[in-house]
């Protein structure tokens, strides 16, 4: 099948791309290269250097299209929070014009990246998708609303949608360089280079680390399972881990003893974060099944070259 993939030079993007070609599908990227990489894209990928929110470049690209991958965000959290009205612009509007485009262009489903920030501090261990939300940045806040704007789109133009809540994604080619960056290819460069690794917190929050394969495997299930109108479905390992947990495991695959500072909390973290997955299971068939060891060894095997 033809797939458009936004976002599809970014870390998460670019990994479910090799996973479709990998699998016989054609594959299109749209990317404005914000936060991605010319070099992510994979070489049997067709690719279109434009804005979501471009409306004439972006009806083009999906032309043909069956299935849209929906990545593309600004998808920092404090980011959003020094630039709400362009988190919204990005965020909101940009996938607005994505669902748009896709019933314009008769395409038959969008699945897109939503996340576990819309359950915010709300204290329910493990998240259901049917727990009490609680947005605490724009950009929960918009991942929010683009999921009702999903739901809107199934019931009124019946274009089938799945809006994936990932928990904390980590793999191969996610971005070290930035401090929005993913907490783990932060600590492992920082170990790496031996330099001091800064814990926002105490380092007992916990996170569900989910290996960026096992996101691409359930987009999978996502983009090809038949009968579905509208899912809003959790995407984790169901496993917790708090940042201490996650930096001895790290030194100890580095085998390197980790030199640590500690700060203030940043605004819009939150304390804990645990996905229920019964959903993911029962609607697609589909479980994580990466153990964080194995995922660590192979990001850290990526990042050394
Ligand atoms: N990484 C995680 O742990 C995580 C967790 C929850 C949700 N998500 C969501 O998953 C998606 C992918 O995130 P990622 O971690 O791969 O980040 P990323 O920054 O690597 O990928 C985002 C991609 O979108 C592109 N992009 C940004 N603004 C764009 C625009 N206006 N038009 C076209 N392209 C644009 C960027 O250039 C980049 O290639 C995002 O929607 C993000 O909010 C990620």
Known sequence: MQVLITGGAGFIGSTIARRFLADGHRVRILDSLETGLLANIPADAEFIEADIRDTDT???????????????????VVLSVAEPSLCFDVNVVGTQRVLQAAV?????????ASSSAVYGNNPVQPKREDSPLD??????DSKLTNEVNAR???AYHGLETVCFRYFNVF????????????????LALKLMQ????????????????????DVAGAITAAATQPGIRHEVLNVGSGRPTSLL?????????????????????????????????????????????????VGLARTLDWMQG
């Not at 793999?171 to 932060?186: E, M």
């Not at 031996?194 to 394969?213: H, K, L, N, S, Y």
């Open 245 to 293: 947990e996650l930096v001895e495991l790290a030194a100890a695959a580095i085998g390197r003893p980790p030199k640590l500072a500690f700060a203030e909390g940043r605004a819009g973290d939150v304390m804990h974060s645990q996905a229920d997955v019964t959903g993911l299971a029962q609607r697609l068939g589909y479980t994580a099944r990466t153990s964080l060891d």
């Open 171 to 186: 793999g191969p080619r996610q971005r070290p360089d930035s401090p929005y960056s993913g907490v783990i290819s932060i």
């Open 194 to 213: 031996d330099e001091t690794f800064t814990i926002f917190g105490t380092g007992e929050q916990t996170r569900d680390f989910v290996f960026a394969e």
């Open 58 to 76: 972006l009806g083009k690209a999906c032309q043909g299209v069956e299935v849209i991958l929906h990545q593309a965000a600004m998808v920092s």
């Open 135 to 140: 947005p605490l940045s724009p950009y929960a």
């Open 104 to 112: 314009a262009a008769g395409a038959r489903r969008v699945v897109m």
């Open 152 to 154: 809107y789109y199934s």
